[in-house]
């Protein structure tokens, strides 16, 4: 139900933007999220967004380098990442959850979860 592209092969300092787009429901009512998963590791939260856009979060190892924003007239939401290095290689992951307004980063509480998009950081 929901799609990820943008993912691929990037040098160490490049940038990606990831992208989640879905045509099976309305994302405006869902918070959405990135999630990213390394070989050998677990699912790790990297950010969200609320429904409105009004609050996002971030993973510390992320902070500073990587952006989240969302169009809801395009039923969308986007992951900038910049100054990538080669610890945020994996599968990154789009998930959304219907927003009460306590969103979070906990894998288990978002119900509706795309394919994944690899991205790998190599020189």
């Known amino acids: 139900q929901i799609v990820e592209s943008g993912g691929g092969l990037v040098q160490p300092g490049g940038s990606l933007r990831l992208s989640c787009e879905t045509s099976?429901?309305?994302?405006?009512?869902?918070?959405m999220a990135w999630f990213r998963q390394a070989p050998g590791k677990d699912r790790e939260g990297v950010s969200y967004?609320?429904?409105?856009?009004?609050?996002?979060a971030f993973a510390d190892s992320v902070k500073g380098r990587f952006t989240i924003s969302r169009d809801n007239a395009k039923n969308a939401v986007y992951l900038q990442m910049n100054n990538l290095q080669p610890e945020d290689t994996g599968v990154y992951y789009c998930?959304?959850?219907?927003?009460?307004?306590?969103?979070?980063?906990?894998?288990?509480?978002?119900?509706?979860w795309g394919q994944g998009t690899q991205v790998t950081v190599s020189s």
């Open positions: 099976a429901f309305i994302l405006e009512n869902y918070v």
């Open positions: 998930a959304a959850d219907l927003d009460y307004g306590k969103p979070s980063l906990f894998a288990h509480e978002y119900d509706i």
């Open positions: 967004i609320r429904s409105d856009g009004s609050s996002t």
